[in-house]
């Protein structure tokens, strides 16, 4: 396994420490962070919200598309209705789910962006 190229001496840059240091997240938020990227580590949960970036779709139609059962669709739809990355409407007996907001897009957009270069 390749190393890391470390620092070989034991000096602190205490201006840059000093300037980083106001802007690092606290213990609370990097938690809550950490945990949305995680949504993001499940191949089915992306594809889910890949899919509802084209359209809004029932879990059927989820299910049909992703070749999954639609309790297993709405398990992973539950856990991305509580980080709040989907919603849902109600239209008669159906209900549509879709990406609860931009931000959702930009952080499937970045990602891919990422892996692209």
Do not use: W
């Amino acid at each position: 396994m390749e190393r890391l190229p470390v620092c070989e001496c034991e000096s602190v840059h205490q201006d840059v420490v000093d300037a980083v240091q106001p802007q690092l997240l606290d213990d609370a938020e990097a938690i809550d962070l950490a945990s949305l990227f995680k949504l993001f580590g499940d191949g089915t949960r992306v594809r889910i919200l890949q899919a509802l970036r084209v359209h809004e779709l029932c879990v059927c139609d989820l299910a049909c598309l992703l070749g999954l059962t639609k309790s297993a669709i709405s398990h992973q739809l539950k856990a991305l209705r509580l980080s709040n990355l989907v919603k849902f409407r109600r239209e008669g007996q159906n209900v549509f789910y879709s990406l609860a907001d931009e931000h959702v897009e930009a952080i499937l957009d970045i990602g891919l962006e990422h892996l692209r270069e």
